[in-house]
Nanobody, 118 residues
Framework: QVQLVESGGGLVQAGGSLRLSCVVA????????MGWYRQAPGEQRDEREL??????????SYARSVQGRFTISIDFAANTVYLQMDSLKPEDTGVYYC?????????WGQGTQVTVSM
């Protein structure tokens, strides 16, 4: 059974927007902080960066590189975590994953590819 399913990536021009979704199995969703992680081209799995976090009481925090441009949100009824990405830059290119925080659930989902062209 797949526990983390990301979707919504694609190819977009710089300045554009995308909205990522992650459906999370109930057994993982309940009681865990959730985050979006990014693996940039050429990086290894252990270099995945936490870029957005939402806690169990819906407090949010962001990496400096995406602060003010990305918004993480959660739909508890749908067991879904979202990442609204605006004003995209080429350096936002990468594979985006959602997972629990601080300890990531294994196995990770397949991720969703985001490519931002100039």
């Amino acid at each position: 059974q797949v526990q983390l399913v990301e979707s919504g990536g694609g190819l977009v021009q710089a300045g554009g927007s995308l909205r990522l979704s992650c459906v999370v199995a109930e057994s993982i969703f309940s009681g865990n902080h959730m985050g979006w992680y990014r693996q940039a081209p050429g990086e290894q799995r252990d270099e995945r960066e936490l870029i957005a976090l939402i806690t169990t009481n819906t407090r949010t925090s962001y990496a400096r590189s995406v602060q003010g441009r990305f918004t993480i949100s959660i739909d508890f009824a749908a067991n879904t975590v979202y990442l609204q990405m605006d004003s995209l830059k080429p350096e936002d290119t990468g594979v985006y994953y959602c997972n629990t925080y601080p300890t990531a659930f294994e196995p990770w989902g397949q991720g969703t590819q985001v490519t931002v062209s100039m």
